[in-house]
């Protein structure tokens, strides 16, 4: 706990005024809980996201390809899929930039499709554009998109106790961990990925920095970008 997240914690939860619970929340940042599920909130490319029910918490690299992939939406009517959807921000940040988007949300945990309803009404956006429904991985996905956006738990088990304890014992161990090497997921993914993609459609997959190689051996066509750090961060796929 550091002087930054007190200010940052007043200015977002209690700039109104400290009440009875910043004691409590003092507490909490003492035990090591991320900031962000304290404030309950954070902003993701003019999103308001939610954090009640304890998503994966919106990373920056994250925020970087979502970013690329809204703007190449621009304005155009386009079906999308957030798959792995966990807060559901990337999608939500879609529907809120681009007015003639709809997009379909897919996640495995019940709990957090709650908490991409929730983040959908907080952010206004109107029933017909979007869809929310149980999916594991592609097993409920009938239709084929335009866009189709992707991060899945990607973080290898053999790599846990490198992790930062705060993520460890605070984040959803199904929202990190993609089995032994991290690619369990990925590997589904990439596999399947093209059968939903409309002719011209592209996929966003976010993987770690480390798996760049492995991935290669697996997707032969994809291209592969940096994020802001100029780490390996996530491949776009482009149905021919």
């Given at each position: 706990m550091?002087r930054k997240?007190i ?6 939860k209690?700039?109104?005024g400290i009440?009875k619970?910043?004691e409590k ?5 003492k035990?090591?809980e991320?900031?962000d ?6 902003y993701?490319?003019?999103?308001k996201i939610?954090?009640s ?6 990373r920056?690299?994250t925020?970087f390809w979502?970013?690329?992939?809204v703007?190449?939406t621009g304005k155009?009517?386009v ?5 792995f959807s966990?807060s559901g921000?990337?999608?939500?940040a879609v529907?809120k930039?681009n ?5 379909d949300f897919g996640?495995i945990?019940?709990n957090l ?6 983040n959908?009404n907080i952010?206004k956006?109107k029933r ?7 999916s594991?991985i592609f ?7 335009d ?6 738990p990607?973080?290898?088990e053999?790599r ?8 460890i014992?605070?984040?959803?161990k199904e929202?990190l961990?993609?089995?032994?090497d991290?690619l369990?997921?990925?590997r589904i ?6 059968k ?10 976010e993987f770690d ?5 492995e991935?290669?051996?697996i ?5 592969f970008?940096?994020d ?9 796929i482009s149905?021919?």
């Amino acid at each position: 706990m550091d002087r930054k997240e007190i200010n940052w914690l007043i200015e977002e939860k209690y700039k109104k005024g400290i009440t009875k619970d910043f004691e409590k929340d003092i507490c909490r940042l003492k035990n090591g809980e991320p900031i962000d599920y304290i404030i309950g909130f954070v902003y993701f490319l003019k999103a308001k996201i939610d954090l009640s029910y304890k998503p994966l918490i919106p990373r920056p690299e994250t925020e970087f390809w979502a970013e690329k992939a809204v703007k190449e939406t621009g304005k155009k009517e386009v079906l999308c899929l957030d798959l792995f959807s966990g807060s559901g921000c990337v999608g939500v940040a879609v529907l809120k930039n681009n007015k003639n988007a709809k997009v379909d949300f897919g996640e495995i945990d019940k709990n957090l499709l709650k908490q991409i309803k929730l983040n959908l009404n907080i952010n206004k956006i109107k029933r017909e554009r979007y869809n929310v429904f149980y999916s594991d991985i592609f097993s409920k996905i009938k239709k084929k998109y335009d866009y189709i956006f992707a991060n899945p738990p990607y973080i290898p088990e053999k790599r846990k106790n490198k992790v930062q304890k705060s993520v460890i014992l605070f984040e959803k161990k199904e929202a990190l961990f993609g089995k032994e090497d991290g690619l369990f997921y990925i590997r589904i993914f990439l596999k399947e990925v093209r059968k939903h993609l409309k002719k011209g459609g592209r996929a966003y997959l976010e993987f770690d920095s480390s798996q760049k190689k492995e991935i290669e051996k697996i997707e032969k066509e994809a291209d592969f970008y940096r994020d802001q750090y100029g780490k390996w961060r996530f491949l776009i796929i482009s149905k021919k």
